[in-house]
């Protein structure tokens, strides 16, 4: 059965402030063509449909701060969304993006530049890193951005968004992934056949923070 969505969704997509505003886009733009570029997931190097491996700290994640010998100076919490932590006498500090030895030895400095400890000796370690944020548009059940635990395919992802509707395309599913730069908007394209019968591309594909999933 045809879809009730366009292929413009894909394209819309392409302007940043559509993401956030995806929902809004349902059945609003009847009769668009499909003219954005995309590549198909079997097109696609397998070790770049992995996430790659990070020890850096991350928006949300639960981190734990301890400096030796001052349990009042150690804590611990989660990241803020603005990627800052509140740590006890140096407030608020940028931590996002630091792996947590590098931020360990920029928290001794800080302390022993203030004279707030002689000779501290600062450990940092990710507890927890934060769930998946991705969001599902078009012949889903329940569209909407979800948040997910990490490694996830996409077979996993749309079980989460409620399965496909009657009315999805068995071969118009796309994952809409935004690069560093806001400009640079990544199409994937997979057959959901491919994803039950476990095609070595599309089973080897991870979703990552900030995806877009649209299925026609």
């Known amino acids: ?20 505003g ?32 990070t020890d850096r700290i991350g928006v949300e994640d639960l981190i734990s701060v301890r400096v030796y010998a001052q349990e009042a100076m150690s804590t611990r919490g989660h990241v803020r969304p603005e990627g800052t932590f509140t740590l006890p006498l140096l407030g ?6 630091k792996r947590p030895g590098d931020l360990g030895r920029e928290l001794e400095e800080q302390l ?32 909407g951005t979800i948040k997910l635990e990490p490694p996830l395919g996409l077979a996993q992802g749309l079980a989460n ?3 496909l509707t009657e009315f999805a395309s068995g071969s118009g599913i796309f994952v809409v992934r935004t690069g560093t730069n806001a400009a640079e908007v990544q ?10 019968r476990g095609e070595p591309h599309a089973t080897a594909f991870r979703l990552r923070t900030g995806d877009v999933v649209v299925v026609e």
Not at 29 to 44: D, M
Not at 92 to 97: C, Q, R, T
């Open 92 to 97: 608020e500090v940028p931590v996002a993006g």
């Open 187 to 196: 199409r994937i394209r997979f057959r959901y056949d491919d994803l039950v």
């Open 112 to 143: 022993k530049q203030r004279g707030l400890v002689v000779a501290p000796s600062v450990s940092v370690v990710i507890e927890e890193s934060a769930p998946l944020k991705v969001t599902f548009i078009g012949e889903v059940r329940r569209p």
């Open 161 to 163: 968004a409620g399965g």
């Open 22 to 53: 995806a929902l809004a886009l349902v059945g609003s733009a009847p009769g668009c063509a499909a003219s954005q570029p995309y590549v198909w997931v079997s097109q696609v190097p397998v070790e770049r449909l992995q996430v790659p491996a």
């Open 1 to 20: 059965m045809a879809s009730r969505f366009s292929r413009c969704w894909v394209a819309s997509l392409s302007r940043p402030a559509c993401v956030a």
